[in-house]
């Protein structure tokens, strides 16, 4: 059944030929294509376009309703979702805004069932107005030990498998927007991105996203570090390649241009790999926020760029590339070109409506680095950070907010202006040492530093001593 948008625009195109046949007789019908796929209607087929899932013969997908074919089986588990199968898409898909239900979809803390687990090659090809705005069609709930809990994975695809693999894929003008409140008595884990909103163990290759995530906080579990939003992936934990996103996010959690979670250090040491990739899209939001990636958990970054702007008044940890860091990740050649803009008020911890927990930490390039070693990396942009009525240390620095113990840092760069009210450095703004230093080696910061609290430096802005428990102005030596 064709849509009255369909059937409007088949009447253009056969209007057109009328005309052109009737002033340009050189032009045959014969000559002009007219094709009823052109957009999607929200019917789902019955089959595939034609071949057997083999890699020399691989499931062809030319329309929306052979897409959501796949999706339909692959939330049913068909073949292990498709574990090993082959696809390919043959043509550009525009699904006309029609709501979408994400390919894979999973139930809550269930990472083996009803995920995609095969090899899908958009062969360069492009699909548009993706639009996921409807709650029946990407909620999944469990009762375990008699209480619900609900499984939110947003996305083209909800969430791939191990070994699973997509590749050569554009996504343009998608439009993801959830702002209705599903159930008030229900914990929901959420992961939300274009592309995918969680890659658990796959490949993600030369794909490119654009378009808009606003996430209001009806879903969110607050003590799931996992939970996310990224431009094209919610919460990785494989490995993404020569991908891009132009995705301006809202989001009252983790989030990322690119990646909102990256790595699992905490539950499973499942590091996941970014290289070669960029974001250019806005970041504005409450939780730990990033230009590139919101949360690097026990993740490796390469290569990598973020020119969109991270903005929040509420926000414990923001960078211009990477929002917070955590079990000793690798952050290597990454530049960041953004600005990171903080207004804020401070809170004791339970305010949920404020900056809570125990520091706030802003930096060009990453704003709380926990552990691990950030080379060779550049921030480009403007910092400014002011949080009224803080209870706890606001660190802000060009390069990195807070350096925690034991962190590397070499041959990075710092070139935009740092502006903040407690803490100010022009390439670090608090490092932290306890038996083991922190080494920041080969640095240099040329931003202009303004700072109205108790400690300013030009390129660190106070070095604090755990093991007295106090503070005092940097006496650490750059090489």
């Excluded at 499931?59 to 939330?75: E, M, P, S, Y």
């Excluded at 706030?360 to 552990?371: A, E, H, I, K, R």
């Excluded at 113990?405 to 932290?432: K, P, R, W």
Aim: glycine share 16%; charged share 20%.
């Amino acid at each position: 059944m064709y849509s009255v948008r369909l059937m409007f625009k088949i009447s253009i195109v056969i209007f057109s030929a009328i005309l052109l046949g009737e002033f340009y007789p050189e032009v045959s019908s014969a000559s002009l294509k007219i094709d009823a796929d052109d957009f999607w209607d929200g019917d789902i087929a019955s089959s595939f376009e034609g071949g057997d899932g083999s890699k020399n013969d691989p499931f062809q997908i030319k329309t929306g309703a052979q897409l959501a074919f796949l999706a339909q089986q692959v939330n049913s588990n068909k073949d292990n979702g498709y574990q090993g199968k082959y696809f390919k898409l043959i043509a550009d898909i525009d699904l006309g805004g029609h709501a979408w239900t994400p390919i894979g979809l999973t139930g809550w803390h269930d990472e083996d069932s009803n995920l995609f687990m095969g090899y899908f090659d958009g062969n360069n090809n492009k699909i548009t107005n993706l639009r996921i705005n409807d709650r029946s069609k990407y909620i999944v709930i469990s009762r375990i030990r008699g209480r619900d809990y609900g499984s939110v994975l947003i996305g083209l695809f909800g969430g791939i498998g191990k070994h699973a693999r997509i590749s050569n894929l554009e996504i343009k003008d998608a439009k993801v927007d959830i702002t209705n409140k599903p159930f008030s008595d229900v914990s929901f884990d959420f992961n939300g991105g274009i592309l995918a909103g969680y890659n658990g163990r796959g490949w993600i290759l030369n794909c490119s996203v654009s378009g808009s995530i606003n996430i209001d906080n009806a879903y969110f579990c607050p003590s799931n570090t996992s939970d996310g939003v990224g431009g094209l992936v919610g919460y990785n934990t494989g490995k993404i390649l020569d991908c891009s996103a132009k995705v301006d996010i809202i989001s009252p959690t983790t989030a990322g241009g690119l990646v909102a979670v990256n790595g699992n250090y905490g539950m499973n040491l499942v590091s996941g790999i970014i290289s070669n990739c960029h974001a250019s899209g806005n970041i504005k939001g409450t939780g730990d926020l990033g230009g590139l990636v919101g949360t690097d958990d026990y993740g490796d970054i390469f290569n990598c760029a973020a020119t969109g702007n991270v903005k929040s008044n509420t926000s414990q940890s923001a960078g211009g590339l990477i929002g917070s860091t955590g079990g000793g990740g690798w952050v290597l050649k990454c530049t960041a070109s953004g600005s990171v803009d903080i207004d804020g008020v401070g809170a004791e911890y339970g305010d949920a409506e404020r900056i809570v927990g125990g520091s706030y930490n802003y930096g060009g390039l990453v704003g709380f680095l926990f552990s691990g070693t950030v080379e060779d990396c550049a921030a480009k942009g403007n910092v400014k950070a002011h949080i009224k009525g803080a209870v706890y240390i606001v660190s802000v620095g060009g390069l990195v907010g807070f350096a925690n113990i034991g962190t590397e840092i070499f041959n990075c760069t710092a070139s935009g202006n740092v502006e903040g009210n407690d803490v100010t450095g022009g390439l670090v703004g608090s490092v932290s040492v306890y038996k083991s230093e922190s080494k920041i080696l080969n640095c240099q910061a040329t931003g202009k530093i303004t700072g109205t609290g108790e400690f300013v430096g030009q390129i660190i802005g106070v070095r604090e001593d755990y093991e007295f428990r106090e503070s005092r102005p940097s006496a650490i030596t750059l090489e």
